[in-house]
């Protein structure tokens, strides 16, 4: 089953460990109802079950503020980090191994959605819209507005999303290189005065 897949894969990624202990601690983060949610809603779909479809849709818009939408397409190993606040259109494509934040968007422009590869991390608040490819181990940064494809092995980031670091081999998305990716963000916060 899909579901066990992303369990598995969301513990890795948030714990380091696919251990009963972080398991458990993994079934009771809050993205994780949001992507069973999904899963059932797909599930539904191919066994031609519009009506439990949609209800499985609506339910995870109502219990867990996560919007994706009925016909949107992900490979094995969906990890939905934190899900409140993000909306998906449901003509997306996207392969395996999909890191989500809080607040993405990832929208249709003129009926056109945006198609992802896999390995993929898309940051806390970032946009996707519109008919963009984005290559297979590539990274977005937080709060990126990415309207232009992204090559393979890439990271960008900023607003409208810039190359950050080209890669050069095919590597595993790894926390350190998206906490890079967020810099161009970080760097153009206003400072506050203690």
Known sequence: MKFWED??????????SVTARSLLKTCLTDGTMAMLWYRLMQWASAWKL???AMI?????????????GRGADFGRRLVI???????????VKAGDDIKLEHQV??????????????DIFIGAGAKV??????????????????????AAHTTVGGIPAKVIKVHQQTEPVSKTEINQAELPYKQHQPKVAP
């Open 129 to 150: 819209i519109g008919a963009v490819e984005i290559g297979s181990h590539s990274k977005i940064g937080a709060n990126a507005v990415v309207v232009k494809d992204v």
């Open 50 to 52: 519009a009506p439990l």
């Open 81 to 91: 980090i934190h899900s409140q606040g993000i909306v998906i259109n449901g003509s």
């Open 7 to 16: 369990l598995k894969a969301k513990s890795e990624w948030c714990y380091g």
């Open 105 to 118: 968007t990832i929208g249709a422009e003129r009926n056109t959605s945006p198609r992802l590869g896999s």
């Open 56 to 68: 499985f849709n609506k339910c995870n818009a109502i219990f867990c503020q996560c919007i994706i």
